[in-house]
């Protein structure tokens, strides 16, 4: 079976994969410093939930944008695994599509595994949209080949930059307002109607301009765990598993 190891900013997913699907996963925080040791220990008593050994998996693919977490992750394939990992945008497993960028080596593995698994899956151009501790817009022509996209602060981002620079204002959990109005009563209505109808706002006039400057039609996929806040109808399709496929797609072209 094929691990397929997920790390990002806030949260590494290890996937479990067989015949090209998720059998089971699991999610751990990000830490750089966590040893090779101390996630085969964990990884262990998880996999015996599933009532299996280690020695059931025989291929790891690791697509990365914490570039610290990668020698942990790779000595765990190699001491625990005994199989030398795939790393998603180098080697065996660089990027099959065109990098229609000045710096093609600044695209983040998560983005790249996000464009794979959505060309596989949808025809035409592309919009992608990754919420996680940044959000990112990500376009693909109907070739497949990445045409450049924007980062822009992740919504958990930006309540903390809120909170972190006021000395007033309440920490708040970010959810849909219970009704429509963009005009708060509170404190706390006032805030969670600037950061969530905001950031709506933002999503909405970048979808708007990017259709606009590519002048055909395009679908939108939305991915990552924050993607459940945002009203499904802001997209043409909403895939939460869209990294993990295309790290398996890539550990599939790889070895054929």
């Known amino acids: 079976m094929l691990l397929a190891i997920d790390a990002g900013n806030t949260n590494v997913v290890f996937a479990l ?41 025989d291929a790891v693919i ?3 944008v914490v570039p610290r977490a990668l020698h942990n992750l790779s000595t765990l394939a190699r001491r625990y695994f005994s199989v030398e990992p795939l790393v998603a945008g180098y080697g065996d497993a660089a990027w099959p599509m065109s990098l229609h960028v000045p710096q093609p080596g600044s695209l983040g593995a998560d983005r790249g595994l996000n ?5 596989a899956e949808h025809a035409g151009d592309l919009v992608i949209v990754d919420f996680g501790t940044a959000t990112t ?50 404190t706390e209505s ?40 945002f009203p499904d109808d802001l997209f043409d ?3 939460f598993e869209l990294t993990l496929k295309g790290l398996i797609l890539l550990h599939e072209q790889a070895s054929a």
């Open 17 to 57: 994969c067989e015949h090209g699907k998720v059998r089971s996963r699991w999610r751990i925080a990000t830490d750089p410093r966590r040893t090779a040791d101390e996630y085969a220990v964990w990884l262990n008593q998880l996999l015996s939930l599933e009532n299996l050994g280690m020695d059931a998996i």
């Open 62 to 64: 690791i697509g990365t």
């Open 115 to 119: 464009l794979i698994a959505g060309h």
């Open 137 to 186: 817009f990500d376009v693909c022509d109907e070739n497949g080949a990445y045409k450049g996209g924007v980062i822009a602060p992740g919504i958990n981002l930006s309540i903390d930059a809120l909170t972190g620079n006021t000395a007033q204002l309440p920490r708040i959990a970010i959810r849909e307002p219970e009704d429509k109005s963009v005009i708060g009563t509170t």
């Open 190 to 229: 006032q805030m969670l109607i600037g950061v969530y109808w905001g950031y709506v706002a933002m999503i909405e006039g970048l979808l708007e301009r990017t259709r606009a400057e590519i002048g055909r039609p395009v679908t939108t996929i939305a991915t990552g765990g924050l993607a459940t806040l």
């Open 237 to 239: 399709h909403v895939d």
